[in-house]
């Protein structure tokens, strides 16, 4: 449908923008977003639904790994 509005070229994109990242601010949001996020595959997340179980599994493998010779040193 046809804007009833005549199409002002000041209003149009340009194919192209310059950025003067020299102005640019850190984003104030992006301390809330420090997670690190992993894709399971589709039968691992039907097994593991939550991050907790996720975790849970983990620690005990983890646990249950050998300690290589420098771990034991700390």
Excluded: G
């Excluded at 039968?43 to 849970?56: G, H, R």
């Amino acid at each position: 449908m046809p804007s009833d509005h005549p199409q002002d070229s000041e209003d149009e994109l340009l194919p192209e923008y310059e950025f003067d990242y020299k102005q640019a601010k850190p984003n104030r949001f992006a301390a809330n977003q420090r997670r690190t996020v992993v894709v399971l595959d589709e039968d691992v997340a039907q097994v593991f639904t939550t991050p907790e179980s996720v975790n849970k599994v983990l620690r005990a493998l983890i646990e249950s790994m050998p300690q290589s010779a420098s771990d034991k040193a700390s």
